[in-house]
């Protein structure tokens, strides 16, 4: 029993994360969507967690609220967050998508000086002809953490409310809305005639914040509402929301609490008996897909990384006529000079590796008092497996699947071992290259 609460604990605090390495996998087919849609290009991005530079420190080593702010965020290039931003706005200008969606966790924690820019760069893609689409995330309204660091310290800094959120990014959804509900920051928005994006709002931000998602009684009857208008008109409806409506690893809702949505398995067999066969989501920091089925039919929870996180990734979708194409992309570069003439990828891969080692080093041996030679032992394939995990089509080389079987013979009770299994076990189907079929 002690044992699992602490394999629990553990859990509790891992957040998201990502690695270096690309794995893009042949193509799979399925029939999800009902009705064909004329050609189409759709972008998603989530996780910006945009810090502008006028909350940073002049100079960060000396800055001790920064400090705990950058080891608390172990997985998150919060620095570098603008310039990443930044390309990411280039290269969706190049690729001019018709619709971004963005699937939450615009803000690093919710600033109303970061939404504020966000909304201004996102403004360039909206004159290059692209209709942005956002929803918030459990970072966006009301956070307590919302803080500048420009000083020596940190001081509160506003934040907005939801209603101000809507009213900030209401070019962005809010206002051209086809249907809004009364119960949420949910909506509905017609890109086309035959093609809706309902805009699914879970988080909790009233009357407390919390990290966890919940979708209320009268949006969910909302939804069901909608769908069928939807279905009666042979309407094709791609949702997006921030928490994931089903686990992307086994165990992932019960050892990461708030990853997923609450009720997760009601919330995701209510979108799919509602007709919504593809959800896009974020929130935990992970490239990853995964498929319900029941009775026949199938709802995909297609989570796209953070930018912020390694390996900075996005997702084009192309839809042309019974097909859908959904590719991962990734930043590579950004305009920032790094020490040793390194490149971004070397840094960003080694930085997440770093700090995730270092976190964890302190928190395993410090706040779970595990014996030291549990943890010394185990942290690398903790890492590896970490980042492989948050890249997605994660697969363990030969060479690592020997090595990580000795420690497994060394340490048979270390509950650490569960923890590297779930995460190199890659639920279907494949997460960074798939064509669907539709019907």
């Keep these: ?43 998603v991005v989530s996780d910006i967690h945009y810090m502008d530079q006028t909350l940073l420190p002049e100079t960060p080593e000396d800055n001790p609220d ?17 310039p990443i931003f930044d390309e990411a706005i280039s290269e969706l200008r190049r690729e001019k998508p018709d619709v971004l969606l963005i699937t939450g966790d615009l803000a690093n924690n919710g600033e109303l000086t970061n939404h504020e820019i966000v909304k201004n760069k996102l403004q360039k893609l909206a004159e290059n002809g692209t209709q942005v689409l956002v929803i918030p995330g459990n970072n966006d309204i009301n956070s307590p953490d919302a803080k500048s660091y420009s ?44 093609l809706w994006i309902l805009g699914i709002d879970a988080c909790i931000y009233s009357p407390a914040y919390k990290r966890s998602g919940s979708i209320k009684t009268g949006t969910m009857i909302w939804i069901q509402e909608k ?14 929301m921030h928490h994931g409506i089903a686990e992307h690893y086994t165990g992932q809702s019960t050892l990461i609490k708030g990853d997923v949505v609450n009720d997760f398995s009601n919330v995701s067999i209510s979108l799919m008996n509602a007709g919504i066969k593809l959800v896009f989501t974020g929130h935990s920091h992970a490239n990853d897909i995964v498929e319900v089925s029941g009775n026949g039919n199938s709802i995909w929870d297609i989570e796209t990384g953070s930018l912020a996180t390694p390996i900075s990734p996005y997702r084009v ?9 959904i590719e991962a992309r990734r930043i590579t570069k950004i305009e920032k000079p790094f020490p040793g ?6 840094y960003s891969n080694s ?52 090595k990580f079987e000795e420690i ?9 071992i569960q923890l590297i299994e779930n995460f190199w076990t890659d639920l279907p189907p494949v997460d960074n290259e798939i064509h669907i079929k539709m019907k």
């Design 1 to 43: 029993m002690k044992t699992r609460l602490l394999f629990l604990a553990l859990f509790t605090l891992i957040m998201m994360g990502c690695t270096e390495k690309e794995l893009l996998t042949e193509p799979e087919s399925s029939s999800v969507l009902k009705s064909a849609v004329a050609k189409f290009k759709i972008a």
């Design 66 to 82: 920064f400090q705990t702010l950058l080891f608390n965020s172990y997985n998150k290039m919060i620095e570098l967050s603008e």
């Design 151 to 194: 000083g020596t310290g940190s001081s509160v800094v506003p934040v907005v409310s939801p209603a101000e959120f809507a009213a900030l990014y209401g070019d962005f959804g809010y206002n051209d809305a086809l249907y809004r509900d009364v119960n949420s920051l949910s909506y509905i928005f017609q890109v086309r005639e035959n």
């Design 227 to 240: 769908m069928v208008e939807a279905n009666e008109k042979g309407i094709t409806v791609l949702a997006m």
């Design 317 to 325: 979708l192309t839809i042309d006529d019974n097909f859908i194409k």
């Design 341 to 346: 003439g390194k490149s971004f990828l070397d």
């Design 351 to 402: 930085y997440l590796a770093e700090h995730l080692e270092m976190y964890f080093n302190w928190y395993l041996v410090a706040g779970m008092k595990l014996p030291s030679a549990w943890v010394e032992a185990s942290l690398p394939y903790v890492r590896n497996a970490m980042m492989a995990q948050y890249a997605g089509d994660e697969q363990i080389t030969p060479e690592e699947a020997i």
């Design 408 to 416: 497994k013979t060394l340490y048979p009770t270390n509950p650490l």
